[in-house]
């Protein structure tokens, strides 16, 4: 049972435009999401997060969106650069209980110039 | 060490043989997690040690696979007669207690099962 879901599996913009990486979940249990970027042979980094008592958390060209009615978060990046290129994994986490993530599929995306 | 390392970083096995995976967490993280990624897939939960506590074993996928971890620091996964469908990036991370920023990854082990 894919807890977390990313359903586009890839993703392409322009240089300058909005990237918006969307990722779905079905436990309403969650309480902490966060989104992480790996590049081809590294390990995944942290973006950015959120927790559920908020609804929006801002970092430079980063936004997350979190809609707790829909389980859906998504991920705002303005203005997309090439160093953006990679595959973006949304997760999250019952915080209460366990540290433990739970991942999505990811999305790779492409921006070019 | 200043991040979390990992060995080797690429290892091609023949099915049937067993191979020892090594994760040297970053000092002073309690929390020590393994994920795989095969080719193709997300990052699928292996197991999760926390101090002292009685690690989170949910996600090994068979009695093949176990992982040891000793005090806070080295952890190993084993995978004993490999299949070759144990072929896959193996990620190892360290988290303190908890941050707001989850986890700090490993670069993997490419594990190739010919």
């Known amino acids: 049972d894919q807890q977390v879901k990313q359903n586009s599996p890839s993703l392409s913009v322009q240089e300058g435009r909005i990237s918006i990486l969307n990722c779905d979940y079905t436990n309403s249990m969650f309480d902490y999401f966060l989104w992480y970027k790996k590049y081809p042979a590294e390990g995944p980094t942290f973006l950015i997060s959120i927790s559920s008592i908020k609804d929006k958390n801002e970092d430079g060209r980063f936004t997350v969106f979190l809609n707790k009615s829909a389980k859906h978060l998504s991920l705002h990046i303005v203005p997309s650069q090439p160093g953006d290129s990679a595959v973006y994994f949304c997760a999250a986490t019952r915080r209460v209980i366990t540290d433990k993530l739970i991942f999505g599929t990811g999305t790779r995306l492409q921006v070019f110039p | 060490g200043a991040g979390v390392s990992q060995s080797p970083s690429n290892k091609v096995t023949e099915k049937g043989k067993d191979v020892e995976l090594r994760c040297d967490p970053i000092s002073g993280h309690t929390a020590l997690y393994w994920y795989r990624q095969r080719l193709g897939q997300g990052l699928e939960f292996l197991i999760y040690f926390q101090g002292n506590s009685a690690p989170d074993k949910s996600g090994l996928p068979s009695d093949r696979f176990s992982a040891e971890r000793t005090g806070e620091s080295v952890s190993t996964l084993t995978i004993q007669r490999t299949q070759q469908e144990d072929s896959a990036v193996y990620l190892c991370?360290?988290?303190?207690?908890?941050?707001?920023?989850?986890?700090?990854f490993g670069s993997g082990t490419r594990l190739t099962v010919v």
């Open positions: 991370a360290s988290s303190l207690v908890w941050t707001e920023y989850g986890y700090t």
